[in-house]
């Protein structure tokens, strides 16, 4: 019983939505969903807890996780440059990059060895090299192979995903860095092989805040978890802010309280958390 009172007094009773990460937070580094975690959620929602996602996929990448967590509440996909509503079908495209922008961002990696990937506003993704992603056709969609993709683009995409080994995206983070410091563009990682690119004015807190007056919520009642740098918002701007694991140093300033990572069923830790 002290341990049931100490849990209302901390974190209140007014939550009424959990909104996670996907990839890093429910689902490990293997792409799997953990029954542990999945079982979680579960609880939560017999619980009383609304439960959404904000992930940086695409919403055909991210289908077979939303099926399995039966996620039927508005959601936050592409990293907040996108939300969908299951209930009516539509799908909010928010903000893209500037053509110009993403055309710069195209010549820089051009001179490294990696690969991008564009995603237009319309679903479709090209590819500017034939090399092979992790897990592309299963995971992730493989995109469509445009080798002269610096001058077949000629729309602004909603974000682009730069992928190579750690070393040269070290290098080409720093050299991007510099490059967009004044631009309405940000990047960040989200795995060590992958780096994304959006327009500055997206993340997924704000494109969530968007969504909660048509849920009939307000931020203060949303529990917001996540593991990288692009759930920054989702972790710093709600009623409660959780990390996930240890892998991103600039959420440990804004998260109230820490959980295990996927592989070791760390979701299971929220329900010690709320009641």
């Given at each position: 019983?002290?341990q049931?009172?100490?849990?209302?007094?901390?974190?209140?009773?007014?939550?009424?939505l959990?909104?996670?990460?996907?990839?890093g937070?429910?689902?490990d580094h293997d792409?799997h969903?953990p029954?542990?975690?999945?079982e979680?959620?579960?609880?939560?929602?017999?619980?009383?807890?609304?439960?959404?996602?904000?992930?940086?996929?695409s919403r055909?990448?991210?289908?077979p996780?939303?099926?399995?967590?039966?996620?039927?509440?508005?959601?936050?996909?592409?990293?907040?440059?996108v939300?969908?509503?299951?209930?009516t079908?539509?799908?909010?495209?928010?903000?893209?990059?500037?053509?110009?922008?993403?055309?710069?961002?195209?010549?820089?990696?051009?001179?490294?060895?990696?690969?991008?990937k564009?995603?237009l506003?319309?679903?479709?993704?090209?590819?500017?090299k034939?090399?092979?992603?992790?897990?592309?056709?299963?995971?992730?969609?493989?995109g469509?192979?445009h080798?002269?993709?610096?001058?077949?683009?000629?729309?602004?995409?909603?974000?682009?995903v730069?992928?190579?080994?750690?070393?040269?995206?070290d290098?080409?983070?720093?050299?991007?860095?510099?490059?967009?410091?004044?631009?309405p563009i940000?990047?960040f990682?989200?795995?060590?092989?992958?780096?994304e690119?959006?327009?500055s004015?997206?993340?997924k807190?704000?494109?969530?805040?968007?969504?909660?007056?048509?849920?009939g919520?307000?931020?203060a009642?949303v529990?917001?978890?996540?593991?990288?740098?692009?759930d920054l918002e989702?972790?710093?701007?709600?009623?409660l802010?959780?990390?996930?694991g240890d892998?991103?140093?600039?959420?440990?300033?804004?998260?109230?309280?820490r959980?295990?990572?996927?592989?070791?069923g760390g979701?299971?830790?929220l329900?010690?958390?709320?009641?």
């Open positions: 019983m002290r049931a009172i100490f849990t209302l007094t901390r974190y209140g009773m007014s939550y009424k959990v909104c996670f990460d996907l990839d937070t429910l689902v792409f969903l029954a542990a975690n999945l979680a959620v579960q609880e939560l929602r017999r619980r009383g807890y609304r439960i959404t996602v904000a992930t940086g996929r055909s990448a991210a289908q996780y939303l099926d399995a967590l039966e996620i039927a509440e508005p959601m936050v996909l592409s990293n907040g440059t939300t969908f509503d299951p209930n079908g539509e799908r909010r495209v928010l903000m893209s990059v500037p053509l110009a922008w993403a055309r710069r961002v195209i010549e820089l990696e051009q001179t490294h060895p990696l690969s991008i564009v995603h506003a319309d679903g479709r993704i090209f590819k500017s034939d090399l092979p992603w992790p897990d592309e056709g299963v995971h992730f969609v493989t469509e192979l080798p002269n993709l610096l001058a077949e683009l000629d729309q602004d995409p909603i974000k682009l730069v992928h190579g080994e750690p070393g040269e995206m290098q080409f983070q720093r050299e991007l860095s510099e490059m967009i410091a004044d631009a940000r990047c990682r989200t795995h060590r092989y992958y780096l690119i959006t327009n004015h997206v993340s807190g704000a494109a969530l805040k968007l969504l909660l007056p048509r849920m919520l307000a931020p009642e529990v917001g978890v996540g593991d990288q740098e692009n989702l972790v710093r701007d709600f009623g802010g959780l990390r996930v892998a991103c140093e600039k959420l440990i300033p804004v998260a109230q309280h959980l295990d990572p996927p592989e070791l979701i299971q830790g329900l010690r958390l709320l009641p």
